[in-house]
């Protein structure tokens, strides 16, 4: 008999959510407006603290869209993004007809890399006469990156910064939560995330007028008038109040899942201790608090004796998801044309990394059956 499908990290109801979705029916409050959208953007609101304003979006793509159109981005504009990240971090800035400036990673947490950014701004500056207009940092399976020196760079050329924190929501650098480090940050809902409203995202905001403007984007741009007039390009972006009541009961167990996927990591990380050529993504020091999302490892194949592959695939015999690194833009043919400043870390990263199960639901059971086919590959 075949084992029971391990995922790499499936949604996870709290019970809560049928309350706040049969509200919105008995109400009649289905649209992309109401109580539970309301509610849930409060919600986030007193979880990530900082004086933050929150709008709830349908993705977290949509919130990096309008954190650029907040930001007047423009054809002919250049944006820096992190490179080793998933392409929704840079689709965006196509979007607005600009040109994505591609930045490698730093070993210790995976995230862009602040020499490079320093080398892409300086070498934008002399090949265009103009500096970027927007950067794009990730904190990548729910790692926080290098913030200070990045924030320090970005205030030295008044470059402001949007945080792509959708996998970060819980995640922490110096106390402070991610997302409310930059001057915007993206957070994504999607089914495989921390918490999910199906599908949404939200854009967190640092004052009420630029919430109140980024709704006025989300929703059309429809102007102040008893007809429907239009003098801006809007978007039709918001959250729906159906969603947004799954959002309101998933906020009642977040803390719970983020120690769980901290669990799973404890778990990997004592099982893989002893294991040569078998490294797990870690916090570098107490700076960082990553929510691991997604708990990751590197497979050094001289000492392992056996490849990322052969891992990924041994598992997948075993009935368990797994899945490699997010492969770098810079070397997706999407963007082969955008300038890229680094040398190979996130390269290498994809070359030999991999995701492994990691959701909240997983159970002691499921972790052992994951390194099991690990051990199973060191006898071979």
Same mark, same amino acid.
């Given at each position: 008999m ?48 900082? =004086? ?7 993705? /977290? %793509?949509?919130? &990096?869209?309008?954190a @650029?159109?907040?930001? *007047?981005? +423009?054809?002919?504009?250049?944006v ?89 929501? =819980? ?7 991610? /997302? %409310?480090?930059? &001057?915007?940050?993206? @957070?994504?809902?999607? *089914?495989? +995330? ?34 429907y ?40 990380q ?7 050529g ?6 570098p ?29 041994a ?30 870390v ?35």
């Open positions: 075949e084992k029971k499908r391990i995922w790499l990290s499936l949604a996870q109801m709290g019970g809560e959510e049928q309350r706040f979705i049969k509200e919105a029916f008995d109400t009649n409050w289905v649209v992309p407006l109401g109580p539970n959208v309301t509610g849930f953007e409060k919600d986030l609101e007193n979880f990530l603290g900082e =004086g933050k304003r929150v709008t709830a979006l349908s993705a /977290g %793509t949509a919130a &990096l869209h309008l @650029l159109v907040m930001l *007047g981005i +423009k054809a002919g504009d250049e820096i993004c992190q490179s080793f990240t998933f392409s929704a971090s840079a689709n965006p800035i196509v979007y607005q007809g600009a040109t994505p400036i591609f930045v490698d990673s730093e070993a210790e947490t995976w995230n862009m890399s602040p020499e490079f950014l320093c080398e892409a701004i300086e070498d934008r500056i002399k090949q265009t006469g103009k500096k970027p207009k927007a950067i794009i940092p990730v904190h990548l399976y729910g790692m926080p990156a290098q913030m200070d020196e990045i924030i320090e760079i970005a205030s030295h050329y008044e470059i402001p910064i949007v945080e792509d924190a959708a996998e970060a929501i =819980g995640s922490e650098y110096k106390g402070r939560k991610c /997302g %409310t480090l930059g &001057l915007y940050g993206a @957070l994504s809902f999607n *089914g495989n +995330k921390m918490i999910t409203t199906s599908g949404g995202g939200a854009l967190v905001c640092p004052s009420s007028e630029a919430a109140q403007r980024v709704v006025f984007f989300a929703t059309q741009a429809r102007d102040v008038a008893p007809h007039q239009h003098s801006h390009i809007g978007y039709n972006y918001r959250l729906s109040n159906i969603s947004a009541g799954i959002g309101r009961g998933q906020m009642l167990v977040l803390e719970e899942h983020i120690a769980r996927r901290r669990a799973n990591h404890a778990f990997y004592k099982a893989f201790k002893d294991m040569p078998v490294m797990v993504h870690n916090n020091n107490d700076v960082f608090n990553s929510n691991f999302w997604l708990t990751c490892i590197v497979i050094n194949p001289s000492e392992a004796g056996f490849s990322r592959e052969e891992a990924r695939l598992l997948e015999d075993a009935n368990i998801e797994s899945r490699p690194l997010w492969k770098p833009m810079h070397l997706q043919p999407v963007f082969a044309a955008s300038p890229y400043y680094g040398k190979h996130c390269e290498e990263l994809f070359n030999l990394g991999l995701c492994l199960p990691s959701g909240s639901s997983l159970t002691e059971e499921d972790l052992v059956r994951v390194i099991d086919v690990f051990k199973s590959l060191q006898n071979l």
